[in-house]
């Protein structure tokens, strides 16, 4: 009996000692634990994140530098263009001192064109009543050959301004004077002849002073009896017109004057070359 139970507890004991070691599952895991393959996983993919976000980080690079190349090669060709680009310069009129090239003597023999278009009539009657109707234009003209030079030039500027745009300028009241800065007088001068004015100076027999780079202008008041009407357009030449005009009294009904006009259209607009005006005997 009492070898049985000391047999028993032998059996017992070596239980217990093999239920204290661990299986080979168990030693698996615990390994696993220490340096598992989710581990080695992870750290993998930590490497290859790092290495995409180089690669990223490296294309990034590059695609900027070729923005900035291209930046700068853009950059380069504005700046190119910009000193290849004409810029107009003072010079782009010739100056209105310059005698015009025009001669009556030129256009004998020859054959001109009668125009019969209402709408180029209508234009060129437009253009020639602001020459009539200004105060001052026809007093600048050259006297024997009627020619427009820089003195009609600059007086029919003054007058147009005086007339039409004045509203901006300094004004006395007292004197009835209008100021006219001249860089008003050089862009009317450059519109209307394509000119550029050089020579300023006092009209003293028309009350025009020029001092301190502005023209003193009395204001006129006057008003006109008459009537412009073109009578006839004639093309001479491929660029030249000759234009004539009555001036018929409105109160009278007669004609009183007759304008002759030579238009030149050499340049893409209307520019005055020379004019006369006829007394019509009653």
């Known amino acids: 009996m009492r070898r049985y139970i000391i047999i028993i507890m032998i059996m017992m004991l070596i239980l217990a000692l093999a239920g204290c070691k661990k299986s080979p599952a168990e030693d698996a895991y615990d390994k696993d634990a220490v340096e598992s393959p989710g581990q080695e996983i992870q750290e993998d993919s930590g490497l290859v994140d790092t290495e995409n976000k180089m690669e990223e980080s490296d294309a990034s690079d590059s695609l900027e530098e070729d923005t900035d190349s291209e930046g700068e090669q853009l950059n380069e ?54 020459f009539y109707f200004n105060y001052y234009f026809q007093y600048g003209l050259e ?27 300094e004004f006395d009241t007292d004197n009835f004077t209008l100021y006219i800065p001249k860089e008003y007088v050089v862009q009317k001068v450059e519109k209307v002849f394509l000119r550029k004015l050089d020579v300023f100076k006092s009209y003293e027999d028309l009350g025009i002073t020029y001092l301190d780079d502005k023209y003193r202008v009395n204001v006129e008041d006057g008003v006109w009896d008459v009537e412009l009407s073109v009578t006839k357009v004639e093309k001479l030449g491929d660029f030249t ?42």
């Open 77 to 130: 060709e504005v700046v190119e263009n910009e000193e290849t680009m004409e810029t107009p310069t003072e010079d782009t009129y010739p100056s209105a001192s310059e005698p015009i090239a025009f001669d009556y003597a030129e256009l004998e023999g020859m054959e001109p064109l009668e125009i019969t278009d209402p709408v180029l009539i209508d234009e060129l009657e437009s253009y020639l009543y602001d």
């Open 143 to 169: 006297e024997e050959t009627g020619n427009v030079g820089i003195d009609a030039m600059t007086l029919f500027a003054l007058s147009y301004i005086m007339q039409y745009e004045y509203n901006e300028l």
């Open 241 to 282: 017109y000759r234009v004539t005009a009555d001036l018929t009294g409105l109160t009278s009904g007669r004609v009183k004057e007759e304008v002759q006009a030579i238009i030149d259209e050499s340049q893409n607009g209307h520019v005055m070359v020379n004019y006369h005006i006829k007394t019509i005997e009653e």
